[in-house]
């Protein structure tokens, strides 16, 4: 008899920042049974799946997701009902159709990743296999962490207004040493902050330091100087990625740097990104231009990604039909994948196949609104991507990932990949 979905049920929680999400809870026809809790998002591009809230400002201002529950509790588990479970495609196409709308915008793109996860765990769990070995798409792999260390933009209350300042822990022997270097340089950059008599502007959404500096400029050399101080080599051990969230300090045509007192051109932006590769270990670049400036990517790229990641966030929103314009234009070399931006897990798949198919790396990553569940580290090892982005050390819906990931290196043996970066990427900035 084939495994059947029984029953759905999905109600309203509360993420990392205090705002409704949902839960769903997925029930088999063997009697298995699992949830899965869904991320939200801060930052976020105006090409994303829509996120569908009640509108109703007597509650939590509008930001409720009663709504997307009852979608999941009604209409969407009597279509589910009797569905097969082993087949996640044909459930996330059925989900899509069901919606019928390009951004997912009738049911919400919370409804249906709700309902795509939780079978996927249900799945697991009847099979009595690690979530991971579930998903695989045939080569998992431990990832490399891009862990946030810094905050500014929308993450921070716009102290700055680049939005995180992170580590890539590369050259270690383990996930484990990776970690524990994390640990170390996190807590030497509070130490530096706080030696500077810099004001912190609290803890950032992601859970990294949100201090007051002078300039963008001035984060990167904090982290330097706290990788520095925590014994570690900058480049060859520890290297920097910068997630600049351009998009949201850009406005009528230019870059504003409020906190500077500057703005740039688009040509300007890539002239200062390319300035910081040389004088620090920045190996990733993040959004660092607007959703929308093919123009100015393409240059970022003819300049920079022959010894640099390109990332697009915003730019890609783990959209297949961007990327493959972005592929065609020449822009970025690298998709960040985000589960909550298209809605399904088939098409996160998707994704990570075209990015793959042509030479692009990919970086899963988590949302600046988290919850507890663990799926994204499982995820990451699935997909064989090589890297994630969970956020800093510190809060329990990043430690979560950063738990199960140790998990999955002590329990099921997977190896780790932080070598292969430091040839990769790093191989290319030596030559």
Known sequence: MPLTIYSLHAWEILDSRGRPTL?????????????AQVPSGASTGTHEAVELRDGDPKRYGGKGTLRAAGHVNTEIARVAAGRNADDQAALDAELIALDGTADKSRLGANALLGVSCAVARAVSHSRRQPLYQTLSLGSPRLPVPMINILSGGLHAGANIEFQDFLIIPHGFDSFAEALEATVKIHGAAGSLIRRAGHVLNGVADEGGWGPLLSSNQAALALLTDAIVESGFQP???????????????????????????????????????????????????????????????????????????????????????????????????????????????????????????????????????????????????????????????TRSERLAKYNRLLELESRHGLAWQGRDFSTGILGRRRG
């Open 235 to 393: 480049g060859a051990q520890v290297s920097i990625a910068i997630d600049v969230a351009a998009s949201h300090f850009y406005e009528d045509g230019r870059y504003r740097l409020t906190s500077e007192g500057r703005s740039l051109t688009s040509e300007e932006m890539v002239d200062l990104l390319a300035r910081w590769t040389r004088e620090f270990p920045v190996v990733s670049i993040e959004d660092g231009l607007f959703e929308d400036d093919w123009d100015g990517w393409r240059v970022l790229t003819e300049k920079l990604a022959d010894k640099t990641q390109i990332v697009g966030d915003d730019f890609f929103t783990t959209n297949e039909s961007r990327l493959r314009r972005g592929i065609e234009a020449g822009c970025a070399n690298t998709v960040l994948v985000k589960m909550n931006q298209i809605g399904t897990l088939s098409e996160t798949f998707g994704v990570c196949r075209l990015a793959k198919e042509n030479g692009y790396a990919a970086v899963v990553s988590a949302r600046s609104g988290e919850t507890e569940d663990s799926f994204l580290a499982d995820l990451a090892t699935a997909t064989g991507a090589g890297q994630i982005k969970i956020g800093s050390i």
């Open 23 to 35: 839960a769903v809870e997925a029930t088999l026809s063997d009697g298995a049974s699992a949830t």
